[in-house]
């Protein structure tokens, strides 16, 4: 068996560039962010000191994986499997993807030692990053110089012991200074349970590393062979299982990638909205601004309006109260103090002031209110190119001036909605335009006053109202129709309820012998005849009216009620015939 070390080199070189083994990551620690010291490997495959993991929390969990644990560690190369069991274990948290780590039976020090990480870390040392490097025999010393046959790193005192034994007397010794311009150094791996001896050997049953002594010992009759004859097999299933991955880390970073264009497409999408919200808001709010003085403005003229025909209404009286009390006074005084003469004299001018000022018409009452209501829910068109809502009403409904109409107005049939409409009004005749008011409706029968009709009031917000109401009976009604408690115009009135309407059990023809097919025993409610037989009207025949009219009761009206009794006096043969 003899070792070729290029096959493992070709397989190495597979890698993508994205794993290049000579950068940061794969020689500082993320937790201490120096360079690995007894770097051990997670299952995570992330890598972290020795003493970094040691100083990790650990906590408790239940492992019922038994002896058939996943957990990498070199120290249960050749423990004996155990019976599937639930048993308790400490674990860990991975410090940079916080995944969970099972640690061995030997704690953090039986994990998986990084060789990888360590040779990588070895250049770095001997370009005077972190400490120097330890002699590897001694563990104590500086290492001077390094043994390319046993690829050790050696102190001045070791190198010299290593000089003066037989086996390794002519092994090519070289200064540490001329391997600092090297990438990479190589550093023998080393059996956990003879450790003076490499691990250059595979035992494919074990599926493990071993050394020349295990081989000859625990492993006698596995079949083994040298690492580099078996790198091809291993190696290569390695590289397939890398292969199914490869695809998975383009697909993430294109996922990735496209959540990175997604996420920039939605900071410039909400800006840009952000920004359309703030020019809309803005714009609103002046609009806003621009209605509320127009509002204010509005109030104040109405203010004024309102006051100017106070104060003169209240000039008015004044003058004309004072005008009264002078006729008051000097009437009473000359009845009360003038002589008889004196009184017949003035009585002529007296009478004629006082009837002047009996004369003059004035109000009692204030010309103008104070109804003025903010209503924010109408509609005040637009204003600068926005919708807005908000208006000062002043109007006030004046019952006297509200109208009802429709057609249903006086009458009605039983068990039919009947509706009619009130069109509210102020005292100037105009039509409100809004809603809101207190509108009082009552239906009564006038031999049934203490059972009255349910009414329904539907207000349309435009200064008229819906009402409706089914009477249950026919008969006389009388209707009120109030707001603030006050009549409208043509309140009270009457309502003839009529029986529902009667709809027609005949046909409306033309004469029965068309109606019928020229049946001769067909006859109509009109009364007519014809010769042969025939008991039923005919055109231009004995008793036909003239007209199209219904074969049940005779009328000419297609949409009238029937008036048909069904009573004996009626013949069964009027009863109806059939179109065709």
């Avoid at 397989?11 to 937790?31: D, E």
């Avoid at 580099?228 to 292969?243: F, P, R, T, Y």
């Avoid at 008793?543 to 009206?557: D, M, T, V």
Wanted: hydrophobic content about 30%; glycine content about 8%.
């Amino acid at each position: 068996m003899s070792e070729n070390r290029k096959p493992l080199l070709g397989f190495v070189s597979k890698l993508p560039s994205g794993t290049a083994l000579g950068n940061s990551a794969k020689t500082h620690c993320p937790l201490c962010l120096g360079l690995f010291k007894a770097p051990r490997l997670l299952p995570c495959l992330h890598t972290v000191c020795t003493t970094c993991l040691e100083q990790l929390e650990p906590f408790s969990v239940v492992d019922i994986r038994g002896g058939d644990s996943d957990t990498s560690s070199e120290g249960s190369i050749f423990q004996e499997l155990k019976p599937r069991s639930l048993q308790s274990q400490i674990g860990i948290l991975c410090p940079v993807c916080d995944a969970q780590v099972d640690l061995p039976m030997g704690g953090v020090k039986a994990l998986t030692i990084d060789h990888l990480a360590v040779n990588d870390v070895m250049p770095e040392s001997l370009r005077g990053e972190g400490q120097g490097l330890v002699c590897d025999l001694c563990n104590d010393r500086e290492v001077e110089k390094r043994c390319q046959t046993c690829k050790a790193n050696l102190c001045h005192f070791c190198c010299q012991a290593h000089r003066r034994q037989k086996k390794t007397t002519y092994h090519t010794m070289v200064d540490l200074k001329d391997l600092k311009g090297y990438s990479r150094i190589g550093k023998p791996i080393l059996c956990p349970v003879h450790p003076a001896e490499e691990l250059r050997l595979f035992c494919e049953f074990c599926d493990r590393p071993v050394c020349r002594d295990c081989v000859v010992g625990e492993h006698r009759e596995h079949p083994c062979d040298f690492t580099s004859n078996v790198i091809h097999k291993h190696g290569d299933s390695v590289w397939e299982l890398l292969k199914g991955t490869q695809p998975h880390v383009e697909a993430l970073e294109e996922a990735l990638a496209q959540i990175h264009i997604m996420n920039s497409a939605l900071q410039k999408q909400v800006e840009a909205v952000a920004a359309d919200v703030r020019t809309f808001s803005e714009g609103y709010i002046k609009a806003i601004e621009e209605h509320r003085d127009k509002l204010l403005k509005q109030l104040e003229d109405i203010r004024a309006q309102k006051e100017n025909s106070l104060q003169l209404q209240k000039a008015q009286l004044e003058q004309l109260l004072a005008d009264m009390r002078t006729g008051v006074e000097f009437t009473e005084h000359l009845l009360t103090s003038g002589s008889d003469l004196e009184i017949l004299i003035t009585k002529r001018v007296v009478v004629e002031r006082l009837r002047k000022l009996n004369k003059v018409q004035y109000s009692a009452r204030p010309g103008v209110n104070d109804k003025i209501r903010f209503c924010p829910q109408e509609k005040a068109g637009q204003c600068r190119g926005y919708e807005i809502y908000g208006t000062i009403n002043t109007k006030e409904v004046d019952p006297a001036k509200c109208v009802l109409q429709g057609e249903d107005l006086h009458r009605a049939r039983e068990k039919q909605t009947a509706s009619f409409t009130l069109l509210c009004k102020d005292a100037a005749g105009e039509i409100m335009g809004r809603g809101g008011d207190n509108v009082q409706v009552a239906i009564v029968p006038k031999d049934k006053k203490d059972s009255p009709v349910r009414t329904m009031v539907q207000d349309n917000k435009d200064g008229t109202y819906y009402i409706s109401y089914t009477p249950k009976e026919p008969g006389v009604y009388t209707v009120w129709v109030c707001i603030k408690e006050q009549h409208v115009q043509g309140s009270p009135f009457t309502v003839t309820v009529r029986r529902k309407h009667r709809p027609h059990s005949g046909v409306f023809h033309c004469c029965t012998f068309c109606s019928s097919g020229g049946q001769k025993t067909a006859r109509c409610a009109c009364g007519g005849t014809m010769p042969g037989g025939y008991l039923g009207c005919g055109h231009g025949h004995k008793g036909h009216p003239g007209h199209p009219h219904w074969s049940c009761c005779g009328k000419f009206n297609e949409k009238s009620e029937c008036t048909w009794t069904g009573g004996q006096s009626t013949p069964r043969s009027l009863l109806r015939t059939v179109a065709l």
